[in-house]
């Protein structure tokens, strides 16, 4: 099994370190976690240490600006991202500036910086939070490596997650349950579901000499090289454990609504007040504990009379987060199609301009492009959206691989989670967990039955703010004249669509068909060449098709 927690969270106990020398100092080291509310990491660091070094370390990598990429942002990750973290370690800095502490910023490689401080201040106990992650899975064992070799302590606490994945994969003998309903049954309630959370301290240990190792107070978006005018319109959500709990207080405060919450119902064009919680990037980045937050909808579920139930609860959401991280964290290869032996073998289109038409919003379908310029500017859609664009690009109309379709989610999403998000684009393209590949969402009546006004649409797409509404969502259809009148004409200022969506999806399903079939013939083991040969084969067909397609395309005016 890949990776262990020194301590689990069924064994974690914060026991008073007899053993330890006391006055010795601690090192805890922040990654995700970014919060003082129920973090035992911070908890064990802080009890009878001396001194308490808390550490953030800047990887130039995830922070600094890369100009190659297609949006502003660093290699890895999108601006609105990189705000997001931030503003929550400037919000973190602050609450441990109130306990008599602050967080020391350094830069550099994070293994190598987090060697150079155990070295230089003599750091006897070193606590992070655990990660399931590869990245930091490979990073972790770098620095346990060099701190079990000079006899420090290492404490890493399950505390991401309710669960720790390998406790359930050990439960359900090596492997991960692979559907929801086995993952509730096998993974119970959480250990920590009544344990008391330590909220709040009342102080921390003070700071102890950190010699001249470059630090740093939090650095602005402009001291990493960042433009102030490097996106038109950011996010509206601002990161921070402050935000995150007025956010969860805010959500929690109508009862009636977390009582009777259920998905996938919920309007996921609502942008001015989201249908659902919008907690996501704060779980992400660890400003909320889902502990914390699962004891508060324990709390309140005692409190009514009736409530819903996973999947479709909110306390569900929270346990599809929790099936997504085990699931992955025992699969190997789980973000990859090769190699992953959960994922479905499908030979998907390489086209690189209908994937970057899809990327920019610009296929033509505006509630596909809407969506996708949310996703720009505010790095966050309601589920449902991005439902709909993860089947448009992949099974429902574009047929391209949902690896591509996932980076980008992965760069310009501030929830971007490694495990959620390749989970879910495997659900979504059909490759893993759903399979009725025959649903399709429509681009155009999808959107309609919940925003038959367009509003979503006209806000995220103002060049079609004054097309009539029964347009809005197909405006290829509205005559030249109309057209015209709205300020937008179809193929000069809004594209025409780039696909026929219905013989699009029919094509798609044919081709799922085939696919699927191969996958049965071959028990799984399909390899490179036979996937060679079935793209081939839909290549053929595609341009039969094309041939028949060119004398049916939409009237454009
Ligand atoms: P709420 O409905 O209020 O749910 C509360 C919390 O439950 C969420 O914050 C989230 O942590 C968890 N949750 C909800 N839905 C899911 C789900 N389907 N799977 C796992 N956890 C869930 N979510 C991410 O956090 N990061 C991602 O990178 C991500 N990528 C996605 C990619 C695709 C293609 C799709 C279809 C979904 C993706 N999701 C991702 C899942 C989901 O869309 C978001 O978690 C949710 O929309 C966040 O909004 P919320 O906080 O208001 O959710």
Redesign the pocket.
């Known amino acids: 099994m890949r990776g262990f927690s020194i301590c689990s969270p069924s064994s974690y106990r914060l026991n008073p370190i007899t053993s330890m020398a006391s006055g010795s100092g601690s090192l805890i080291w922040f990654r995700k976690g970014l919060r003082v509310h129920d973090n035992p990491a911070l908890e064990y660091a802080s009890k009878t240490s001396q001194f308490l070094y808390p550490v953030f370390v800047i990887d130039p990598h995830y922070m600094e600006p890369d100009p190659s990429t297609f949006s502003p942002g660093s290699s890895l990750a999108g601006v609105n991202r990189i705000r997001f973290l931030l503003e929550s370690l400037k919000d973190l800095d602050s609450s441990l500036k109130k306990l008599g502490s602050r967080l020391l910023i350094l830069k550099g490689e994070p293994s190598e910086v987090l060697v150079r401080c155990l070295q230089e201040w003599k750091v006897k106990r070193l606590c992070f939070e655990y990660d399931t992650n590869p990245y930091y899975q490979a990073l972790d064992v770098k620095v346990k490596d060099y701190a079990s070799s000079s006899g420090i302590e290492v404490f890493s606490p399950v505390s991401h997650t309710l669960f720790n994945s390998s406790d359930i994969i050990e439960k359900n003998g090596g492997k991960p349950p692979l559907s929801y309903q086995s993952f509730l049954k096998i993974a119970g309630v959480p250990s920590s579901a009544k344990s008391e959370l330590v909220m709040s301290y009342s102080s921390l240990p003070p700071i102890g000499d950190v010699g001249n190792l470059g630090i740093s107070e939090v650095p602005t978006l402009e001291e990493l090289g960042y433009r102030d005018d490097e996106q038109a319109e950011w996010t509206p959500f601002r990161g921070g454990e402050s935000e995150a709990l007025n956010r969860l207080t805010k959500s929690l405060s109508d009862k009636a609504w977390v009582a009777n919450f259920e ?1 996938p119902k919920g309007d996921p064009s609502a942008f001015l007040k ?1 249908a ?5 990037p704060y ?2 980045f660890g400003c909320l504990s889902s502990r914390y937050f699962y004891q508060c909808l324990q709390n309140i579920y005692k409190d009514v009379k009736k409530h819903t139930s996973p999947p479709v609860s ?1 306390l569900g ?2 346990m ?2 929790e099936f ?1 991280y085990t699931t992955a964290f025992g699969t190997p290869n789980f973000d990859k199609m090769k190699g992953n032996r959960i994922c479905k073998q499908i030979p998907w289109n390489e086209d690189h301009a209908m994937l970057a038409a899809w990327r920019d919003g610009k296929t033509g379908y505006p509630w596909i492009d809407a969506i996708m310029v949310q996703l720009r500017k505010w790095g ?1 859609m ?2 449902l959206a ?2 709909c664009v ?1 089947c448009f690009l992949t099974r429902g109309d574009l047929f391209i691989h949902w690896e591509q379709g996932r980076d980008v ?1 992965e760069r310009l ?1 501030i ?3 490694w495990a ?2 390749n ?3 495997m ?2 393209s059909c490759s893993s967990f759903f399979y009725q590949y025959n649903r399709i969402y429509s681009p155009i009546s999808f959107g309609k039955k919940y925003d038959p006004d367009g509003k979503y649409i006209r806000h995220f797409l103002p060049v079609l703010k004054d097309m009539p509404k029964q347009y809005i969502y197909e405006p290829w259809t509205a005559p030249l004249s109309v057209q015209t009148k709205a300020n937008c004409i179809v193929g000069k200022d809004y594209p025409k669509p780039m696909v026929l969506h219905d013989s699009a999806s029919k094509e798609c399903k044919r081709k799922m068909g085939e696919t699927y079939a191969l996958n049965k013939k071959m028990t799984g083991k399909v390899g490179d060449e036979d996937l060679r040969d079935l793209r081939r084969k839909f290549q053929k067909d595609d341009e039969h098709e094309e041939s028949k397609i060119r004398n049916q395309r939409p009237r454009i005016n």
């Open positions: 998905k989201p659902t919680t919008v907690l996501s779980l992400k909110l959401q929270l599809w987060r997504f966050w309601h589920h991005r439902h993860a989610f999403l929830d971007s989670d959620i998000n989970g879910n684009w659900w979504l």
